[in-house]
Structures are given as structure tokens and as C-alpha cells.
């Protein structure tokens, strides 16, 4: 016998409206997608189903092409904030306050462990579009020998260009078990702000760790 699906699950508040004699032992507060709290595991964004691309520094840059979206591995933890400029005025003749709203300042940062792959420096940049610019020598981003890809030399001209980058999350469950799409944003125009990595005894990897002050946030339309 087939399970009624909208028998197993408890109903919400928010589906029963408004009430001060809500039901808080037998509800739930509000509805979660067609399948209730009890597949929260599966209709939840979680890290598994999360990641980062990196790719030229606008949206636009991509033209559609996909290819020039590169994933990045071995991420450990990201943070993200948006800081708006709030100020709180008052007027004489009254003790109430008020507010406007003045520019908004967004960072990311995020640590990645150090491997035989590009670190952290590199792939983010990997596919930013350079001018002709002078990385020669000292100014080099990092040596061409035993590995290319590791490059650690902040001060080196090719860190000096922006970049973007896609944050995608996805569910575990739905859209025929390849997860459901709860957001993607790119950020445009990301240059780095700091970068760090420390070596202890008692620490299995090293971790770089990465500062990002970005221009804007772009939300991008994408299928199941």
C-alpha cells in the first residue's frame, strides 16, 4: 500500500493560521517544502551540498560558457557577511529616532588545505583576465619549480587583478535524488584582502585562509 504523503507529516502553525491557543505540542511552526519537518535531512542546504566556482570577475564575463566556472577543493569553512552602512538620526523637538540606509560593504573568507593541486592564491585567480603586466622574478606570484601551482607571493602583480566567484547550495534530497538549488550567487569583482596560513606540530594539514572584499552580489537564475 502506497504511503499518503501528506498524512506523514505534522501540520504548522502557519497552515492553521493565527491563533494564540496554537497547537505548540502537536505542530510544527512553518511549512517545509511538500514534505514537512520529518525529511528536514534531505531539504536542508548543508556543506556536503555546497560549493564554490571561481571565474572571470563579472557574470557577464562568462558569456554563457560554463567552462570558464572553476570548482574549488579542499574548502574547509567559508564565511560570509554583508554590512550595511546604518545611521540612526534624530530631529530637535523630538526623542524618537529614525534611520536611513547608506552603502553596502560585503567580505568573504574561507580556508582551504594545502595539497598537490593549485592552492588557494592560484584558483581563485586561475581564470581572471590579466593585461600585460610584469610577474618576473620577484614579482613573480610563485616559482615555476618543484610545483607551479603553489603560489604565495601576495605582493606579485597577478593578485592584483579581481576575480569572481559562484556560491552554489543545493539540497540532498529532490529533483530525482541530484538535489534541489535553494540559491547561487556570483560575486563580481573580488580582490583579496588578506591572506594567512599557519604550521603547528599538533596540526594534521596546513590551512590557508583567505580574505575577499567584493563590489556585488549577483543572484543567478538556475534549473533543477
Known sequence: ???????????????????????????????????????????????DTTVIFAGPARFTGLGGNTADLVPIGLVDGIQFQSSPQLQRLFEIGSNRSFFTRGKTASTISFSKMLADQANILKALTNNAYRPEMNTDGPKSPGAD???????????????????????????????????KILSASYLEYCMFSGYQFSITSQTPVIMENIGIEFDRMVPVSLTN
Not at 520529518?38 to 536542508?44: C, H, I, K, L
Not at 607571493?153 to 543545493?170: A, C, Q, R, T, W
Open 145 to 179: 619549480s618543484p610545483n607551479p601551482d603553489i603560489m604565495m607571493n601576495m605582493d606579485s602583480e597577478y593578485f592584483s587583478v579581481p576575480f569572481g566567484l559562484m556560491l552554489l547550495m543545493k539540497t540532498r534530497g529532490g529533483n530525482g535524488g541530484n538535489g
Open 1 to 47: 500500500m502506497a504511503i499518503n504523503k501528506a498524512d506523514d507529516k505534522l501540520g504548522t502553525t502557519k497552515e492553521a493560521g493565527y491563533s494564540t491557543a496554537w497547537d505548540w505540542k502537536g505542530e510544527y511552526v512553518s511549512p517545509l517544502g511538500e514534505d514537512g519537518y520529518e525529511r528536514f535531512s534531505q531539504f536542508s542546504a548543508t556543506p
